[in-house]
T-cell receptor, first 116, second 116 residues
């Protein structure tokens, strides 16, 4: 059973370009969570999605950031018009059910986004 | 809002020795979960150990154990017989039991160096 797969592992974008980060959850998992890790910081929650639905996007910046998890295919975190402050590692985690009591989410290896 | 504090940005230990990493947290909830994650240079987030707040017994996983002091809101990680492969960034994390019990709140991390 493959783990959570994120691609690309490294992504370089120029200021103003768009960044698309992909996350394929573990087989059988329909819940996906995105976290961002800024330099010298811990991971911070961004968004929680279940197939075709955004459950909680309270950690997402209001502008330029969006996330989706379609019925088929990976979850996508999209950052439009990137700025240097978007440089960070973006992690995806997945779980078979809502990651509450008794259910944990498993993390991918992250995508390191560098904006030049 | 819950906060997690790791007061040791860096720690070092000699191979085969024991080291303790500190973590304190702030919460008004009585039921919650605490975790230690390991992040090696590969960036993979690896769950090391978890503790449920309603369990008085401290969790143990092989060479890893915790000292959970609920009243003091303290959750330290002890690594015994340290190995070179233990070198990594260690993050303490909190998960509540309320409506957002899928969210993890992380500390800023402690970088552990293991000296041969």
């Amino acid at each position: 059973n493959a783990g959570v797969m994120q691609n690309p592992r490294h992504l370089v974008r120029r200021r103003g370009q768009e960044a698309r980060l992909r996350c394929s959850p573990m087989k059988g998992h329909s819940h996906v969570y995105w976290y961002r890790q800024l330099p010298e910081e811990g991971l911070k929650f961004m968004v929680y999605l279940q197939k075709e639905n955004i459950i909680d996007e309270s950690g997402m910046p209001k502008e330029r950031f969006s996330a989706e998890f379609p019925k088929e295919g990976p979850s996508i975190l999209r950052i439009q018009q990137v700025v240097r402050g978007d440089s960070a590692a973006y992690f995806c985690a997945s779980s078979a059910a809502r990651a509450g009591r008794g259910t944990e989410a498993f993390f991918g290896q992250g995508t390191r986004l560098t904006v030049v | 809002a819950q906060t997690v504090t790791q007061s040791q940005p860096e720690m070092s230990v000699q191979e085969a020795e024991t080291v303790t990493l500190s973590c304190t947290y702030d919460t008004s909830e009585s039921d919650y979960y605490l975790f230690w994650y390991k992040q090696p240079p590969s960036r993979q987030m690896i769950l090391v150990i978890r503790q449920e707040a309603y369990k008085q017994q401290n969790a143990t996983e092989n060479r890893f154990s915790v000292n959970f002091q609920k009243a003091a809101k303290s959750f330290s990680l002890k690594i015994s017989d340290s190995q070179l492969g233990d070198a990594a960034m260690y993050f303490c994390a909190y998960k509540g039991s309320g409506g957002s019990n899928y969210k993890l709140t992380f500390g800023k991390g402690t970088l552990l160096t293991v000296n041969p």
